[in-house]
């Protein structure tokens, strides 16, 4: 039986490293998840590079919001490809849409491109196409290598009917990571009725802050209502508790 792949989503050196001693298969870098992931500095990049054996993917996404990107903002993506192309990072993981909800093909297509003889993952922007079916086909034909998908709903388990659908109609020539509020508890579930090889999770818990001084009177967020004092990390125990539900 072919083994499960596990990628574990992180976006600092501490939770890279921690993945790893985890026993990950494979990270997706990006920075700031609960933005919905950015595209990591160089820094981040090179230090997780010389800290971990295994495979690291890099998240490309220039802004939060859409999937429509400018002329300058495509720039950046690419230049951001060819430097973790020149890293020898293992793969990338990005996504760009047309505003009526399809593929940008000719821009996908030159990402792909740019990106060899790296691996290119197409990411969450899937789950923004006006027809899956339809995605799955141009991305087969573009030669993209992964998508990373919930199935268009707001968690993998939620849309396990459309990733079960995607994985029967990639028949191999893609592979299809269900992704999105997987966790120890649904992870087992979600392959066996997806039928997918590989799966995706950022397993996070909230680490306190060791300040004794605290300055509760303003915050550096839009919300105003969130902990600037504490943040998120990968946790150990999630992920070996996932490994071992799906193996």
Do not use: W
Not at 64 to 92: A, H, P, Q, T
Not at 167 to 194: F, H
């Amino acid at each position: 039986m072919d083994k499960i792949i596990f990628e574990a989503c992180v976006d600092s050196v501490d939770s890279a490293i921690l993945a790893e001693k985890a026993g990950a298969d494979r990270i997706e870098l990006c920075s700031d998840l609960d933005l919905g992931e950015l595209t990591p500095s160089y820094g981040l990049i090179n230090i997780v590079l010389e800290r971990l054996t295994i495979p690291v993917n890099v998240l490309i996404r220039p802004r939060v919001g859409d999937f429509i990107y400018s002329k300058e903002e495509f720039e950046v993506m690419k230049r951001d490809i060819l430097f973790c192309r020149d890293s020898n990072v293992n793969g990338i993981v990005t996504g760009i849409l047309n505003i009526d909800g399809t593929i940008d093909k000719d821009r996908t297509f030159e990402l792909i491109d740019i990106a060899r003889p790296m691996s290119f993952t197409y990411h969450r922007a899937f789950d923004f196409t006006r027809d899956p079916y339809e995605a799955l086909d141009t991305l087969m034909d573009l030669g993209a290598d992964r998508i990373l998908t919930s199935g268009l709903e707001k968690t993998a388990l939620s849309g396990i009917e459309v990733i079960k659908k995607l994985v029967d109609r990639a028949k191999n020539r893609i592979i299809i990571i269900p992704g999105g509020g997987v966790n120890e508890n649904n992870a087992a579930e979600i392959l066996t009725k997806s039928g997918a090889k590989e799966i995706h999770a950022s397993a996070r818990e909230t680490i306190q802050s060791n300040m004794t001084y605290k300055n509760f009177n303003i915050t550096l967020h839009d919300a105003g209502s969130k902990d600037e004092f504490g943040y998120k990390i990968l946790s150990v125990t999630k992920v070996r508790k996932i490994i071992d539900a799906i193996r």
